[in-house]
T-cell receptor, first 114, second 114 residues
Framework: NAGVTQTPKFRILKIGQSMTLQCTQD?????MYWYRQDPGMGLKLIYY???????DKGEVPNGYNVSRSTTEDFPLRLELAAPSQTSVYFC?????????????FGPGTRLTVL | DQQVKQNSPSLSVQEGRISILNCDYT??????FLWYKKYPAEGPTFLIS?????DKNEDGRFTVFLNKSAKHLSLHIVPSQPGDSAVYFC?????????????FGQGTRLTINP
């Protein structure tokens, strides 16, 4: 069981470039999430998904897009990278077992936009 | 407007002593609280949680206390061990069915000194 995996681990982008951060989980979790963590700050929710084909915005969705075509994968797309998107991005997943759903996190992708 | 606050950026404790990490929240809709531990270059890992129907939850060396009237929770680690050195995040959400939209504090860096 690999848990939640994320690729790439590191990436440097130029302003205006686009990229997709990959996230895969092998725990058959229904719910998946994307967070970003800025230096000295807590994690903030970007988008989440409750199942294949269903996504919704979190606290800081501007500048990002997501899709969920399978249970396992939840990619995060940056269309026009900006310096404000320099951050560490974490993907997480959880299953549906009522109301107590701790989230399992991937190792993160460190993104720098120059 | 930070809904979850960890006012101590860092804490240093001697090995074998008690570590107490604090967290305050402002949103009265929050009734599910979690603590996550994070090592450098890794994703957060779930440590312990508590719902608002309880005021204490224990798991081995870790105990979380919740004071709803004060909107305050704390994590006690007894006895503290060198492997406990990490950043600890407090997180909160309403206790609902389905995806938990967690709101995180800024984190407290705990250092256990031998």
């Amino acid at each position: 069981n690999a848990g939640v995996t994320q690729t790439p681990k590191f990436r440097i982008l130029k302003i205006g470039q686009s990229m997709t951060l990959q996230c895969t989980q092998d725990m058959n979790h229904n719910y998946m999430y994307w967070y970003r963590q800025d230096p000295g700050m807590g994690l903030k929710l970007i988008y989440y998904s409750v199942g294949a084909g269903i996504t919704d915005k979190g606290e800081v969705p501007n500048g990002y897009n997501v899709s969920r075509s399978t249970t396992e994968d939840f990619p995060l797309r940056l269309e026009l990278a900006a310096p404000s998107q320099t951050s560490v991005y974490f993907c997480a997943s959880s299953w549906d077992r009522g109301r107590y759903n701790e989230q399992f996190f991937g190792p993160g992708t460190r993104l720098t936009v120059l | 407007d930070q809904q979850v606050k960890q006012n101590s950026p860092s804490l240093s404790v001697q090995e074998g002593r008690i570590s107490i990490l604090n967290c305050d929240y402002t949103n009265s809709m929050f009734d599910y609280f979690l603590w996550y531990k994070k090592y450098p270059a890794e994703g957060p890992t779930f440590l312990i949680s508590i719902s608002s129907i309880k005021d204490k939850n224990e798991d081995g060396r870790f105990t979380v206390f919740l004071n709803k009237s004060a909107k305050h929770l704390s994590l006690h680690i007894v006895p503290s061990q060198p492997g406990d050195s990490a950043v600890y995040f407090c997180a909160a959400s309403p206790l609902i069915q389905g995806a938990q939209k967690l709101v995180f504090g800024q984190g407290t860096r705990l250092t256990i000194n031998p």
